[in-house]
């Protein structure tokens, strides 16, 4: 499938009455009693197709909320639901890829990800099997190394596998949680290349942590930023407003590029430690956009001042 097939920059328009692929509904997750929540009140909506990140310091709840979209955790308060029907327990509809590889040391790349097939496909054969699973191990650049065992790749080459393991069973979702941190910058930007690639082949829905801002650009359609913790929540979703077709070397050029970049770390470094409990709604921000449309109407100067925001949907 071309990445033509993909959707528009902005996020798509919903037909009236029309409910998001993904929505996330007053999420709340406390440990104890008598301790604060780690975050609050979470809202936001994913769309089939879209790939999201979310960024935030440490200690916000971001690993906490995927392991919840995962069906591995139950949120204290609060609701989540793929395709109206409501997450409450593990599901080969989601799969993870976590920092960590998570590979069996004594099976092969093939049998790794072969494991995963068959819990999918109980019923196909031996050679159905193996098919599928080539199919993946190609897809991922592994090609030619599917009878090597973990202990004989390299770092990269093992999270490769866990990706192909991931899309493999064909999940409507896919849930990444800084699945290139451990990599050096070099490996990293092939891996990232190379998701790109197969997410734009099969229209994959993506929710990925990062604390890398540059990789948010690259490869999101949106970023959600959360406040700090406790009592996070996600403060607001800034749409990824540059082409779709981005590629690492050219995306620097872009000035777009710049205003993304600089509103993202501005947050990390600033407004994120501002922010306080009851924010509300989440806020949709679109940086640079909003600055230079209300200059050409005459509304602001353009400057690059703080732009433009509007509440975000959410379904009740």
Not at 42 to 69: A, M, P, Q, R
Request: with cysteine.
């Amino acid at each position: 499938m071309s990445t033509k097939a993909l959707h528009a920059v902005s996020a798509p328009s919903m037909p009236a009455g029309a409910r998001s692929f993904l929505q996330v509904q007053s999420l709340t997750k406390r440990y104890g009693a008598d301790l604060p929540p780690v975050f609050e009140n979470v809202n936001f909506d994913i769309e089939h197709g879209e790939f999201v990140c979310v960024i935030g310091h440490s200690g916000c709840g971001k690993s906490t909320i995927l392991n919840v979209l995962a069906g591995l955790e139950q949120p204290s308060s609060g609701h989540v639901l793929m395709e109206n029907r409501e997450v409450s327990g593990p599901s080969l509809d989601r799969g993870v890829v976590f920092q960590g590889h998570a590979l069996m040391p004594w099976l092969t790349v093939e049998a790794n990800i072969a494991f995963a097939v068959r819990s999918r496909h109980p019923e196909w054969t031996r050679e159905q099997v193996a098919a599928h699973c080539a199919r993946f191990i190609e897809m991922v650049g592994l090609t030619g190394s599917g009878r090597k065992k973990p202990s004989e790749l390299s770092g990269g080459m093992r999270q490769r596998v866990g990706i192909a393991r991931a899309f493999a069973v064909e999940p409507k979702m896919l849930l990444l949680d800084e699945p290139f941190g451990a990599l050096d910058a070099l490996t990293r930007g092939v891996i990232q290349d190379e998701l790109l690639k197969i997410c734009a082949a099969t229209r994959q829905t993506v929710f990925m942590i990062t604390h890398d801002v540059d990789e948010a650009i690259l490869l999101s359609d949106k970023v959600l930023l959360m406040s700090n913790g406790p009592r996070a929540q996600v403060a607001e979703v800034v749409l990824n407003t540059l082409p779709k077709r981005r590629q690492r070397e050219t995306i620097h050029h872009d000035p777009q590029f710049y205003r993304i970049r600089n509103h993202l770390v501005d947050f990390l470094v600033r407004r994120s430690r501002q922010l306080q409990a009851g924010l509300g709604e989440p806020r949709l921000v679109s940086p640079g956009i909003e600055s230079e449309r209300h200059a050409s109407a005459g509304t602001g100067d353009g400057a690059g001042g703080p732009d433009a925001v509007a509440p975000v949907q959410v379904h009740a």
